[in-house]
Each structure stands twice: as structure tokens, then as C-alpha cells.
Nanobody, 123 residues
Framework: VQLQAYGGGLVQAGGSLRLSCAAS????????RGWFRQAPEKEREFVAA????????YYADFVKGRFTISRDNAKNTMYLQMNSLEPEDTAVYYC?????????????????WGQGTQVTVSS
């Protein structure tokens, strides 16, 4: 399975971005997908996760109400709509997939990772 994240960029505080994560190869729709981020000199942290049906979503407290995770299994693509962006949201954003198991906030429990896309929010 290969994951490719894209859609990052430079945006002013209060702006929006939509990240996408396309899966290819031996894809599996019945898998939990997640978004993580890593700022310079900080550990990778959980942002959001979504069940394989899309019926259950989970968010880190710091993004609730601002970010929305979704997926389109027919397109093997997951999305992260980010609104009301803040400079503190600046980081490299990674998408990830678990081959089995339920949603998790722990990066180590995800089996596949995309290469990351840079999001920079200016003040």
C-alpha cells in the first residue's frame, strides 16, 4: 500500500486548506485511516482518524470544530478539511493507515504512512 498526501501550502491565519491522501497498490477500504502532524523539534501527534465506513470520526482536542476528516472509499482517498487555521497548526501533515484494528491515536499502531505535506500558517 502506498499513501500520498498532498494539498499543503502557505496560508494566512484564519484561512483554510484541504489535504488529500490517495492510496494505491494493495489497497483496502476496510481500514482505519488517520492524519498526524509533526512540527519542528516536536513529536508526531495525532490529528484525526476515521473508520473504514466513515461513520466514526475521532479528533484531537486542539482541532475539534475546525478540522473535518472524511473519506471516499470508491476513490481510495481520505481528506482533511482544515478551517480557521492558526500559526500553531504549522507542521508536516502525514496520512496513515492501519491494516487491522480500530482507530488509534498512537502513531506506532499504523502500518502505512504517506510522505507528508507541509502546511504553513502565517500570522
Amino acid at each position: 500500500v502506498q499513501l500520498q498526501a498532498y494539498g499543503g501550502g502557505l496560508v494566512q491565519a484564519g484561512g483554510s486548506l484541504r489535504l488529500s491522501c490517495a492510496a494505491s497498490g494493495r489497497t483496502f477500504s476496510s481500514s482505519v485511516r488517520g492524519w498526524f502532524r509533526q512540527a519542528p523539534e516536536k513529536e508526531r501527534e495525532f490529528v484525526a482518524a476515521i473508520s473504514w465506513t466513515g461513520g466514526f470520526t475521532y479528533y484531537a482536542d486542539f482541532v475539534k470544530g475546525r478540522f473535518t476528516i472524511s473519506r471516499d472509499n470508491a476513490k481510495n482517498t481520505m481528506y482533511l478539511q482544515m478551517n480557521s487555521l492558526e500559526p500553531e497548526d504549522t507542521a508536516v501533515y502525514y496520512c496513515a493507515a492501519r491494516s487491522r484494528g480500530s482507530a488509534s491515536m498512537a502513531p506506532m499502531e499504523y502500518d502505512y504512512w504517506g510522505q507528508g505535506t507541509q502546511v504553513t500558517v502565517s500570522s
